[in-house]
């Protein structure tokens, strides 16, 4: 089966969405997700001049051949730009093998290792008790996993606040919006919050919860304890993780599961995080760590530790990744939930998908491939919008991490 053609959609329906389109010789073709928030064009780029003219006539069959050539055959290795490109055409070619199967993704893997997948929701607000509310309604919704995220008094755009009840879209203008941070005020705030949430609704739901970097590794130690009455599921991204040794610190203080590695686009920026037993789950995902090809390798390593996955599905992944996620979870042995963002209703139009969520859980049907299609006509009618994610800066100026 024979590479024809491979061409770059990008569609903007509400938020910025790149997709790689492969198709071949005999009438299948395959999607994958390329989307890389605020930096989309660079992929584009990457894609359709560099990795399309590489593509064309080969063997769409040969999917590690092709990772391969990818990956070594530039070079220049790793980062996000590369890595999402390679996702890209990974998944899509995942895609073609399944639909020429006539078999979905998960079973070309190995097959089911459980009947649905558990996901966490988003439940945010501009104060606790807003947030207390959110997640009554997500419970409501048969959610048995939330994130919950609050505003803080004395602090000007905390993360995960969003504007909507069920959408969060943190990329929204052409230049980035700045936010305040200031640690001390989160550090008292954050216990309260998650104190006032096992209060209402009992230790029955799991709560998990985003420092979205914002820590030292010290600070993430103290949050980590005086969250522990508390039970988190998780504690995410608590300190920025280049410095994978900084962990060791945080582990040294606290017993609060630790999340990490949504920004990680390879299995050498988690190694030491996962072989010295840093993190309880691992955050990297098919669409910024290299396909499904790579995150078998890093799952695979994690596996050995206990570490579990818990990838990434905020908004700014668009459902051809979360089709392709959704069938990784399916099958990895080693699996601990997915993250799952509601997509607007004119996302879920652009993106035709068999995934379904209910009960607190997303199910997947058997449709070949990943079950997600893209509507081209609808995605141009959505052009392209320039956006950015903010940045945060500390009360005197200087620049922090959002
Ligand atoms: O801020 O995907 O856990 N989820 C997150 C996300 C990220 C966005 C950045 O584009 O941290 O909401
Ligand atoms: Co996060």
Redesign the pocket.
């Known amino acids: 089966m024979k590479i024809t053609a491979a061409r770059v959609i990008v569609t903007c329906p509400g938020r910025n969405f790149v997709t790689l389109k492969i198709e071949t010789d005999q009438g299948v073709y395959g999607i994958g997700d390329a989307t890389l ?1 605020g930096r989309e064009k660079a992929v584009v780029a990457y894609l359709e001049d560099h990795v399309v003219p590489l593509l064309i006539g080969r063997d769409a069959s040969r999917i590690e051949d092709i990772w391969q050539l990818l990956y070594r055959g530039a070079y220049w290795r790793r980062g996000p730009i590369t890595m999402s490109a390679i996702s890209a055409v990974d998944v899509a070619l995942w895609d073609i093998k399944g639909k020429a199967a006539g078999m979905p993704v998960y079973q070309l893997l190995g097959g089911a290792s459980r009947d649905k997948v558990l996901v966490y929701g988003h439940a945010n607000g501009a104060d606790i008790e807003e947030t207390a509310d959110a997640v009554g309604r997500y419970i409501d919704l048969g959610y048995k996993a939330i994130r919950a995220q609050s505003g803080i008094p004395g602090v000007k755009g905390a993360y995960g606040v969003g504007r909507g009840d069920l959408y969060y879209e ?2 929204d203008d052409a230049l980035p919006t700045e936010t305040l941070w200031n640690t001390s005020a989160y550090l008292d705030f954050a216990p309260k919050l998650f104190a006032r949430i096992r209060d209402e609704y009992g230790m029955g739901v799991e709560l998990l919860h ?1 420092v ?1 970097h914002r820590l030292t590794p010290i600070e993430a130690g103290r949050l980590g304890k005086s969250l522990e009455p508390y039970r988190l599921f998780w504690m ?1 991204d608590c300190t920025p993780a280049e410095n994978q040794e900084a962990l060791r610190l945080v582990r040294q203080h606290t017993v609060t599961p630790l999340a990490i590695g ?1 920004i990680f686009n390879s299995i050498h920026d988690c190694r030491q995080l996962i072989s010295e037993q840093l993190i309880d789950y691992i955050r990297a995902t098919i669409v910024h760590a290299g396909g499904i090809t790579h995150l078998r390798q890093i799952a695979g390593l994690a596996a050995l530790y206990q570490v579990r996955t818990g990838f ?1 599905g ?1 908004t ?1 992944l668009s459902p051809a990744c979360m089709g392709a996620a959704l069938n990784f979870d399916m099958w990895v042995p080693n699996f601990g939930i997915q ?1 799952y963002m509601r997509h607007t209703p004119e996302t879920d139009a652009v993106f035709p998908h068999s995934y379904h969520f209910d009960d607190g859980y997303l199910h997947l049907d058997d449709t070949p491939g990943i079950g997600v299609d893209i509507d081209e006509q609808l995605a141009a009618k959505y052009p392209y919008s320039p956006k950015q ?1 903010p940045i945060a800066r500390l009360e005197d100026g200087t620049m922090w991490n959002w």
Do not use: F
Request: net charge negative.
């Open positions: 928030n943190p990329a985003d979205h995410e949504e990434h905020a700014d993250e994610l």
